[in-house]
């Protein structure tokens, strides 16, 4: 049972334009929430994070936004680069600040930003 | 960089054979984890530690077993490697703020 879920298993954007990343899940204690990127043959890099009691996070031209009612986060990230062509993983922690800080994976979305 | 190292980076290995990789930090952190990354099913936890000699299993820890002797060390062992365990396997540290995990660069291991 995949308690997070990436849809969309690839996506492609024109440099300059926005890409949209979107993640659901199924679990209400999640509470704490994450996007990596990861490059090939590289471990995952951690991104930008939110935590349930916000609905948008900003980090320059990455925004996570967090819909609680509809269990969906997505990932806004303005504008799109070539450097941004990666596999990006959406993570949820259903203990935030817990002793274990179990993280739980979506399958990865694979962005391609085109010149 | 949070000063993990994985070794080996590479390894074949025989269906059958014992496989230990290891786990390396410089930043003494008390919490570290093993992943593996299967196409398909992202990455899935295998077994964790919150210090030294304390571990616990994570979803896919049947087949592995863990150690943790020293702080800045964790390692992974497949007791008997079989084909299903082909994967690329990351250890992760645990940040001081809040929930962010931080990588190792990875293992990939083939069992032929």
């Known amino acids: 049972d995949q308690q997070v879920k990436q849809n969309s298993p690839s996506l492609s954007v024109q440099e300059g334009r926005i890409s949209i990343l979107n993640c659901d899940y199924t679990n209400s204690m999640f509470d704490y929430f994450l996007w990596y990127k990861k490059y090939p043959a590289e471990g995952p890099t951690f991104l930008i994070s939110?935590?349930?009691?916000?609905d948008k996070n900003e980090d320059g031209r990455f925004t996570v936004f967090l819909n609680k009612s509809a269990k969906h986060l997505s990932l806004h990230i303005v504008p799109s680069q070539p450097g941004d062509s990666a596999v990006y993983f959406c993570?949820?922690?259903?203990?935030?600040?817990?002793?274990?800080?179990?993280?739980?994976f979506g399958t990865g979305t694979l962005l391609a930003v085109q010149p | 960089d949070a000063g993990i190292t994985q070794s080996p980076r590479h390894k074949v290995t025989e269906t059958g054979t014992p496989v230990t990789l290891r786990c390396h930090q410089t930043?003494?952190?008390?919490?570290m984890y093993w992943y593996r990354q299967d196409p398909g099913h992202g990455l899935r936890l295998i077994h964790y530690?919150?210090?030294?000699?304390?571990?616990d299993k994570g979803e896919v820890s049947d087949g592995y077993s863990v150690s943790r002797s020293k702080t800045e060390d964790f390692l992974l062992t497949l007791e008997s490697a079989t084909s299903s365990q082909t994967s690329v396997y990351f250890c992760?540290?645990?940040?001081?703020?809040?929930?962010?995990?931080?990588f190792g660069p990875g293992t990939r291991l083939t069992v032929l």
């Open positions: 992760a540290i645990r940040g001081l703020a809040n929930n962010e995990q931080f």
């Open positions: 939110i935590s349930s009691i916000k």
């Open positions: 530690s919150y210090g030294v000699k304390d571990t």
């Open positions: 993570a949820a922690s259903p203990n935030y600040g817990g002793a274990t800080n179990k993280l739980i």
């Open positions: 930043e003494n952190h008390r919490y």
